[in-house]
């Protein structure tokens, strides 16, 4: 079977009327990261670049176009939480990343409880029935492939306390599409959710050997 295909090199551009890159790698976990400064305002900001790179210690990270609050706090304090973006959260998840004026509270403009960590000198979101509290590992300034630096950064951290609604454990087991997570997608607005009807369960290979 053949088929066409539409092929740009994104140097040159893609010659369509939204950039894909977006909506093909995606859906996309948010990043949705509380932060704090040294002066102990507070921030609270979707990353829609996020995700979890490691096991044993939990890794988790999010890249930022450009220095932003979000990234300087936490170079800054060497701390950050991530919360769970949910549907019930949708429009405060959105209405905090609203470019307000540096120093203004993201937490107050959204409507949102600001509730102190156990661990960090950072608000976790109270609403969100996740968080991570986070440590700062590396600040990674991105390069292109001819190692010319980007104005983009990726932000690891070690989460060292995870905190779950209690009501998302089915007989201590996470129950993923219970927490209604929303997912960015490409275009301007698109989101997606996860429901229970569009999972599908796959064996490892190797956990079929015996």
Known sequence: MSRTRHSYRPEEGHGLPHDPLNAIIGPRPIGWIS??????????????????????????GFASSGWKDSVANIVETGEFVWNLATRSLAEAMNESSASLPRGEDEFIHAGLTALPASL????????SPVNFECRLT???????????????????GEA???????????????????????????????????????????????????
């Open 35 to 60: 932060s704090q400064n040294a002066a102990g305002q507070r921030n609270l900001a979707p990353y829609s670049f996020f995700n979890c790179f490691s096991y044993r210690p939990p890794i988790i």
């Open 120 to 127: 960090v000198n950072v608000s976790m979101v109270e609403e």
């Open 138 to 156: 590396q600040c990674i300034q991105l390069q292109n492939a001819q190692g010319g630096l980007l104005d983009s950064w990726l932000v690891l």
């Open 160 to 210: 060292i306390a995870i905190h779950i609604d209690s009501d998302l454990l089915d007989n201590g087991v996470y129950q993923t599409a219970r927490a209604e997570p929303i997912l960015r997608a490409g275009g301007p607005s698109a989101y997606y959710g996860i429901s229970e009807a569009q999972r599908f369960d796959l064996v490892r290979p190797d956990a079929r050997i015996k």
